[in-house]
């Protein structure tokens, strides 16, 4: 068993089936050294969208429900992740998050939001988990989605 | 001809000029295999904004068009992409496609809108089109442009 | 001196010290070549956030003031970047930067207001700063910033 798949029975996660894309694109891309997610959005392991995490931060969507959508994202990532490199021993760094988060025009706590997914980033990657982020607020997300998280990484 | 362009020719498809960009910036900046493009927005061959793309998809464009604004967009992009490379058999890969919609708050079947871009890129260059993406709905964009769409390519 | 830090002395430029992230992330990640510089707000050079520069395009806040928000941005992306490599004449190429305006939904000339970012990516770089770029208007920012900017540079 590689390192991380050990880190992640350790920490008790279990990751959920690569999602399939929402229309006509690939989940993932290698070029190089790069590998390119697309944005995942908060379905569950199920592959369903529960209630608690449809709809905008600060019009329905609490700030906990939130912070959990943007952790099922980053799951997400790590799936397609997996998926593209066979095994997650390969990834050399995650370079980059981007986050978006289907708010209401007033919502500004978003970093707090993006943070589930950049914790769980650190948590199973440790350093090589620590990423550059944009964070936005943005007016909708697909299938009203509560966050979508895109990203990119570097592997060996 | 190359592969490509022959591939365009027998779609009938007929690149635009490659669009000037609307401010201090270059629609596209090479970085060793990686191509860059500049977001595209939905002018027409003429270097204009049809009224028919004009606006936000779930307040007055309606999905047909936003479809097809989709797929300006991207011709733009590979216009751009054109211009860069000189020759479009130098793509290796479309690598990532972001995608951007101009949408009401409660508009939320964004991924049917951006197919319009995908589904150009895998009629033109085949597997070697399929992307990862990104496709979110903003509160506002220049112009006031129904959809704009960034790329990643992989070029030899 | 190095030639950058000499033009940045020429034109009267001060770097602000480069912002601590706001959450759990790091400034900016060097993969390869390449470095991804995280999503930058308009906080000044105290690390505050100006009155002036705080809220939306379109309501509230003037376009001169989104300028200079896209100014302190991009002064900001410089910052981390020379922090990252420790000497701006490492900079080879500004490959793309990312331009989110905090804007009204009705607030359509979005170029102008990123045109702060780009002009001064221009100044300082000379050929070397111009950008591909992308350009759109979000529901809202973090800490309801007027503007936030992301990077993607070229370094030797």
Redesign the interface.
């Known amino acids: 068993m590689g390192m991380i798949e050990d880190r992640l029975s350790t920490l008790g996660i279990q990751l959920p089936p690569a999602p399939a894309?929402?229309?006509?694109?690939?989940?993932?891309?290698r070029?190089?050294?790069?590998v390119?997610?697309?944005?995942q959005v908060c379905f569950g392991a199920d592959g369903k969208l529960a209630d608690r995490y449809k709809g905008?931060l600060g019009a329905g969507v609490s700030d906990e429900a939130g912070k959990e959508a943007a952790r099922l994202c980053a799951l997400n990532v790590i799936a397609q992740l997996k998926a593209i490199t066979g095994d997650l021993d390969a990834v050399?760094?995650?370079?980059?998050?981007?986050g978006?988060i289907n708010?209401?025009?007033?919502?500004?706590?978003?970093?707090?939001i993006?943070?589930g997914a950049?914790?769980l980033m650190?948590e199973i990657f440790g350093d090589a988990g620590?990423?550059?982020?944009?964070?936005?607020?943005?007016?909708?997300?697909?299938?009203?989605c509560a966050v979508?998280v895109?990203g990119?990484f570097?592997v060996r």
């Open positions: 894309p929402a229309a006509n694109y690939v989940p993932a891309v070029s190089g050294n790069l390119v997610i697309a944005g905008k050399v760094r995650c370079v980059r998050l981007g978006f708010a209401a025009p007033d919502f500004t706590p978003l970093p707090v993006m943070n950049s914790d650190v620590r990423h550059a982020r944009s964070t936005v607020g943005v007016a909708v997300l697909p299938f009203d979508e895109e990119m570097e």
